[in-house]
């Protein structure tokens, strides 16, 4: 059941955006850190953690690179309050692919100077000549070796094209991170979150033989009993919540904890969280499906619903 979240009108009027320009600073500033850490690297260790590749065909380092590179897009947003909208997510992947170039250009006036000064004259080479040469002279080096393979030609255009993709979608982790976090439009700050219960949704695991037919049929008829139950109780607290009555949610408290290890255990539960603005208060109430165990955890959205200002306001009073 899908539950739409209305956001109150403002008596003031709609609020002014605010500006992106410390999230772009803050972003350029990180990359610039991150590529002198690298420049620094490559110095110290002759190692360009640029040109790791996973299994010869995935950019991890260029990958890493990017994630440092555009973390500072991503922690200002979070401490500026100004929302990744997919115009800034736009801006951050044109600002990822100039910063690469960039770097890449610096590195060419570092390698023509280097030069310049070992034979004592300057060498008449344009960047995308540089550029063009070191695209193909891109080779791998050999297993149990310090020596490198032959060079690739024109497929070294398919790894730097692997490369800047890497850099890129690096430099937009910790944005897309934030697109999936709650949004308070009137305050323009990103929500807190709180775990609030965890719901039994199913009976516990147990073997039964594959002869056992009726056995096999009993526990299915158990675990759909057991669900049904537990997405009425879930109803029943949208409502309550809703409405701005906390009593059914600190009895779910006492019941079902968050951290219950035997809940956790069954095949299948249902996580509650509280996302609220801490400015205005307002509250949605997150619920999620979980089943499986360990690495094989499979969790599928059950939908938001409102959770009443005021009971938010009540609920963080008394659990600070």
Known sequence: MEHM??????????????????????????????????????????????????????????????????????????????????SLLLLVVILQITVYFLAQYLEYLYI??????????????????????????FSFQKEHSNDYGDPMGSWGYAFRVLEILGFVFGGLIAPLALRSKSYCDQCQVYMKK????????????????????????AYEKEMQTAFEHALEQLESLRASLEAGKLAGLMDFQKQYSPDSKA??????????????????????????????????????????????????KEFLAVNK
Do not use: H
């Not at 003031?12 to 590529?35: D, H, N, Q, Y």
């Not at 996580?271 to 997150?286: E, F, Q, R």
């Not at 360990?294 to 938010?312: R, W």
């Open 112 to 137: 023509i100077e280097q030069a310049r000064q070992s034979q004592g004259r300057s060498i008449d080479i344009a960047f995308f000549e540089y550029f063009d040469y070191a695209t193909r002279q």
């Open 263 to 312: 809940i956790s255990k069954l095949p299948v539960r249902i996580a509650l969280s509280l996302d609220y603005c801490p400015i205005c208060s307002k509250g949605i109430l997150v619920a999620k499906q979980v089943s499986g165990q360990g690495n094989q955890v499979k969790t599928i959205d059950l939908g938001n619903s409102p959770f009443a200002a005021s009971a938010v």
């Open 194 to 217: 709180k775990k609030l219960v965890l719901l039994p949704a199913s009976v516990p695991f147990r073997k039964i033989k594959r002869k056992d037919t009726e056995g096999k049929q």
């Open 5 to 86: 979240i209305s956001e109150a009108p403002s008596p003031f009027g709609p609020s002014r955006s605010k500006s992106r320009l410390p999230v772009l600073i803050l972003g350029l500033l990180t990359s610039a850190l991150g590529l002198t850490a690298v420049w620094w690297l490559g110095q110290s260790t002759e190692f360009n953690i640029m040109l790791f590749y996973y299994a010869y065909v995935f950019p991890l380092g260029a990958l890493i690179v990017g994630a440092v590179c555009g973390s500072g897009y991503g922690i200002g947003s979070y401490f500026t309050g100004v929302r990744i909208s997919k």
